[in-house]
């Protein structure tokens, strides 16, 4: 097993080496687990997806129903 001082993504596997890569110097904890910021950024369109009156009012957003 190959050892590393990086993290890795626990979605796509990549090696966050912020020596090697743009957009690697930080990364997401979701549930405990690693996501480099393309895997965070799917996660939180599905979640939004699934919550959007949760999304409006974690950001203040009025929600109008219309009928």
Known sequence: MRRTKYPICAQCGHTLNPNLE??????????????????FEDYARDWLDENMDDFADLIGIQKVENG
């Open 22 to 39: 743009d957009d690697c110097e930080k990364y997401y904890m979701v549930g405990g687990e690693i996501y480099c910021k393309y895997c």
